[in-house]
């Protein structure tokens, strides 16, 4: 920040202190060219705010003559409030507003981010843990089998629910999943064993992603369903 004056440094400082993050959060970066300011999430590499100060020869609109000029400020940040990256014009003694925003994009971004994992890997983990060990897979279920699959299923509700505080389920999360294994028990007189257990191994890998941000929360959820198996004796 050598191009901006120490008490404009000193609000942008204490603009990002005062977000979700610190400023120990984030590395401000030397600015080359016309670049006045280049902060950088320290925690993610894609995540950047920039701001740039251009000199541009403004015309009249009908001679298209020139009458001079005139000092333009650009942020380019990410991530965007919709796109990856947002680039826009604006004030430069009101950019503290903008990186307020930023932090706040960081946050929401950084909520729905697999920790040190891919997508994929996460899917295989979670699927390799659930349980089915349903005879005669190509056969549909018995009454016996759909009284016992029902009640796995209400046991693996309790247990997810007692967990609610450790991995900050909310009411409305609790409310989904339980929608989600009252359809389960109904499809087990819809499907043979083998279709049911890949819908429902699919419907519970989705619910895991979605309720459990952390690795932490993910940890404790697949202890539970490792816990349960569907089938077998």
């Given at each position: 920040?050598?191009?901006?004056?120490?008490?404009?440094?000193?609000?942008?400082?204490?603009?990002?202190?005062?977000?979700?993050?610190s400023i120990s959060d984030f590395i401000f970066s030397e600015t080359k060219g016309n670049a006045l300011l280049h902060i950088k999430f320290k925690h993610h590499d894609d995540f950047f705010f920039i701001v740039t100060?251009?000199?541009?020869?403004?015309?009249?609109?009908?001679?298209?003559?020139?009458?001079?000029?005139?000092?333009?400020?650009?942020?380019?940040?990410?991530?965007?409030?919709?796109?990856?990256i947002d680039v826009f014009e604006y004030n430069l003694s009101k950019v503290t507003d903008k990186i307020s925003e930023w932090c706040a994009l960081i946050?929401?971004?950084?909520?729905?981010?697999?920790?040190?994992?891919?997508?994929?890997?996460?899917?295989?983990?979670?699927?390799?843990?659930?349980?089915?060990?349903?005879?005669?897979?190509?056969?549909r279920f018995t009454p016996n089998e759909i009284k016992d699959v029902s009640e796995q299923l209400d046991l693996l509700f309790e247990r997810i629910s007692e967990l609610q505080e450790e991995?900050?389920?909310?009411?409305?999360?609790?409310?989904?999943?339980?929608?989600?294994?009252?359809?389960?028990?109904?499809?087990t007189s819809k499907y043979t064993k083998a279709i049911w257990s890949g819908i429902t191994k699919s419907?519970?890998?989705k619910i895991i992603?979605?309720?459990?941000?952390?690795?932490?929360?993910?940890?404790?959820?697949?202890?539970?369903?490792?816990r349960i198996t569907f089938g077998g004796s």
């Open positions: 920040m050598d191009k901006l004056n120490t008490s404009f440094c000193k609000l942008i400082e204490f603009c990002l202190d005062n977000t979700s993050f100060e251009e000199n541009r020869k403004i015309e009249d609109p009908i001679s298209r003559t020139s009458i001079g000029w005139k000092t333009f400020h650009q942020v380019r940040q990410s991530p965007g409030e919709i796109k990856k946050d929401t971004e950084l909520t729905y981010i697999a920790p040190n994992e891919t997508n994929e890997e996460l899917i295989d983990k979670i699927e390799n843990t659930i349980n089915f060990e349903f005879t005669e897979p190509t056969k991995i900050n389920l909310s009411e409305q999360q609790l409310i989904n999943l339980k929608n989600e294994i009252e359809l389960s028990k109904r499809n419907k519970l890998t992603i979605e309720i459990a941000k952390s690795t932490e929360a993910r940890q404790y959820m697949l202890e539970v369903i490792k």
